[in-house]
Every structure is written in C-alpha cells, then in structure tokens.
C-alpha cells in the first residue's frame, strides 16, 4: 500500500455495507413515522437526526474510505480508525436516540414482545448488569487496552476475521459508554456531575495509551515494519507517535467538549432546581399568611 494507490482503495464489501445500509434505513423508517405522527421533530429533533447522519458517516470514514486500507500500511492510520469510531462515531450515533427511531421503525407487536422479555428475570438482570456505569465503563476500558495489547494487536492485523471483531468491539463498548454518559432518552443511570466524571476518567484512558505510544523509546507492534512505512515517509517509530498523538490529543478535546456539556447541563439542573425550591417555599410563606389573615389571632383585654 502506497500513497499513489490507496485512494482507489474502497472497502465495498457486503458484509459491511449491507449491515450499515440496514441501520440507516431503519432509523430513517423510524424518524419518518414519529414525524408524521405531528409536528417535524417529535420524538427525535432536527439537529439528532443530523447527528445520526455525521455518526454514520464517521463510521463510513472509518471502515469503508481508503482509511482503512491505510491502516494496513501505517499505525497512525489504524488509531486514526480506532478514534473515528470510539470518539466521534460512537457519540454521535448515541445524540441522535436510535432508540427511540428504531422503537418507532419496528411493529408495535414487536415492541410489546421486547418489552415482555425485557421484564422477565434472567433477561432484565442481565442488561440491568451491562447498563449499569460500572460495567458499560469497565468494557470501555477492557476493550481500549486489551485490543492495544502487541500480540493482539497484530492478531488483528493478520486476521480479518479478528479485525472485524476488533472494530466491532470497539464501537460497540463506546456506544454502551456514551449512552450511559449522555442519556438522550429515557431514565439517567448517573447522577449530574457524577457524569462530568466517568467521561473524563473515561477519556484519561485514551491520553495515557496516546503518551505510552508517544514516549516510547521503540515500536511496540511488529506488524508495522520499514517496508509498510517507508512508502509514506516515516519509520515504524516515528509512525508511532504519530499514532500516539491521535490518539492522545484529539481524544482528549472530545472528552473536554463532552465533560464541560455535561458541566453546564448540570448547573442548569442545580439553578432550575434552587429556583423551584424557592417557588415552593414562597408558596407555603403566602400560604401561611393567607391562613393567618383568615384566622386573626383573638387578644384578651
């Protein structure tokens, strides 16, 4: 793989394609019934169906432009790959409530049913256990190490079905870890502020493999030798920190920018709640005065 023949370099295969094509027309079918049902942007907003588009279109990026077909060739283009779907795919893709578009796509029959097998026992522990914050942030974690580990890494590289399950892991993991941190529908599984904080211990994990991978004095994955990077200009070492720096800087703006949101979602709470508790007690002080008036205290003479 050489610069002057990866742009011809799609990655058109139908395993892929057609799962994507399927994801996007359900939740088109779904946001086309929610906003017949009244007015443009019940259910799902404007700007969330833009944010679903722009997650799909970074998870294209990622699997099916000639990125991928870099990554065989340069380290820096496969963490490239890896922050397009963990940092910008997967949060945007969460923005635009698939749940609730994909609710709407389906038969209510089908919905009732999932609803049914939701509540039962063994079904409802389990995703109660997967959705909590401790186990969507530890799979998280788990998944961004194990996979950077060199024998994995290049297990990866070596094997396409092993690749396949390494992307898909990553994307699924980071999509259970935005959900449980933006909650764009339905019941808030943490509490405001304790979300400013699982997205920045969350995000810290990228900027230490970032510095791991910069700081190094040698190149930690084999499969990336001189004949792969020299093409491009640089050495498997320098191609490393290169990969180091992607991973490390642009990961930790992204979860700046989503920790401050966060932040300032939460002082709106706390304002909006300080204020209803100050109706509240004005409430009951004129109250107490109505009553006072209606029922003058008698004074003995």
Known sequence: MTPSTVWGQWNAQPFLLVPLAFVVWLYGRGVRRLWRAGTVGRGVRRWQAGCFG???????????????????????????????????AAPLLVLGSPGVAFGAAV?????????????????????????????????????LW??????????????????????????GTALLFWWTAIAPSGRRRLYRGADVLYVFTGGFQGAVLGALLVFASS?????????????????????????GAVMWVPSGIVSLLIAGMLFVRWLGAMERAMRRAEGRALIDVEGSVRAEGAHPTSVTP
Not at 148 to 161: C, K, S, T, V
Not at 225 to 238: D, E, I, K, M, N
């Open 54 to 88: 722009a997650g799909m279109f970074a998870v294209l990026l990622a699997l099916v432009s000639p990125l991928d077909a870099m990554a065989e060739a340069l380290l820096s283009a496969h963490m490239a790959q890896h922050f397009l779907l963990i940092m910008v």
């Open 107 to 143: 038969p209510v029959t089908w919905r009732r049913a999932a609803h049914r097998i939701g509540r039962a026992g063994a079904p409802r522990r389990i995703a109660h256990g997967f959705a909590s914050p401790v186990a969507t942030w530890s799979l998280a974690l788990v998944a």
């Open 146 to 171: 194990a996979w950077h580990l060199p024998a994995l890494y290049d297990a990866a590289l070596e094997h396409l079905p092993i690749h396949v399950l390494e992307h898909a892991c990553f994307l």
């Open 219 to 243: 190149p930690l994955f084999p499969f990336y030798s001189l004949a792969r990077t020299g093409p491009w200009g640089l050495t498997p070492l320098s191609d490393q920190q290169l990969a």
